[in-house]
């Protein structure tokens, strides 16, 4: 954060996920550099003991597994003190019975940062929203260190746990076939192969359709089933 104005710093996508050392609930944890090979998403919480936040680590430690197979780490922060983390996510356990889930086990790190240390340097402080606590951000990081989401949510907005692991499948279906995926994409939905990088291309495309569908020179999809985009991106 810069205090002669007041502005708050923020990484960018494609830029090397700012490192820190932090205290969570799972001990003591050297981000990004740990997590080297595997993909995380790095997200923020305002506060513990509050019910939008209960609701999501609810959410996202049933799903835990799921991203796991999809070589997917989380790791939480909010900036409670670790003592806070600790209560809170015993109280889910023993006492919180939410939309069928309950007993519910949060076994990913929650990161403690009372001092802002890492929310500042995320960009989670948001002035407009509350100069306390952080608003709900998530970071995709790709298995070598690079952000490759950024994804913003209010404080009074509850977070989709559907689409962050769609964003996580997506972005690894992309990488491993080099192409795009389009407006609501799911794993068997047609894929877009890049767009044409010269008229001689263009025009070879326009003329040999041969396994695409071609709606303009700039538009072409193809077919990549459900079960090769999984193969590929899921753990066996």
């Not at 998530?138 to 913003?152: A, C, E, H, L, S």
């Not at 692991?165 to 992309?174: E, G, N, S």
């Amino acid at each position: 954060m810069d205090n002669q104005n007041n502005t708050i710093s923020m990484p960018r996508i494609g830029e090397k996920a700012p490192s820190f050392k932090a205290v969570t609930t799972q001990g003591e944890i050297n981000f990004p550099e740990q997590y080297e090979g595997s993909w995380v998403i790095l997200f923020s919480h305002p506060a513990d003991f509050t019910p939008v936040c209960t609701s999501e680590f609810m959410t996202f430690a049933t799903m835990e597994e799921k991203f796991e197979k999809a070589n997917t780490k989380l790791v939480g922060l909010s900036v409670d003190g670790l003592y806070s983390h600790i209560a809170w996510l015993r109280t889910i356990k023993e006492k919180i019975n939410y939309k069928g889930m309950k007993d519910v086990e949060v076994k990913f790190p929650l990161i403690e940062d009372i001092t802002m240390e890492v929310a500042t340097k995320y960009g989670m402080m948001m002035p407009g929203e509350s100069n306390t606590k952080a608003v709900r951000a998530v970071f995709v990081i790709d298995p070598k260190g690079i952000i490759r989401t950024i994804i913003y949510y209010p404080l009074s907005l509850g977070r989709n746990f559907e689409e962050l692991y769609r964003v996580v499948i997506a972005l690894q279906t992309a990488d491993a076939f080099s192409v795009a995926t389009p407006a609501d994409w799911q794993p068997g939905d047609d894929v877009i192969v890049p767009t044409a990088g010269s008229c001689g291309t263009a025009k070879e495309r326009m003329e040999n359709k041969k396994d695409m569908t071609c709606y303009d020179w700039f538009f072409c999809t193809k077919k990549l089933d459900k079960d090769t985009v999984l193969k590929t991106v899921l753990k066996k």
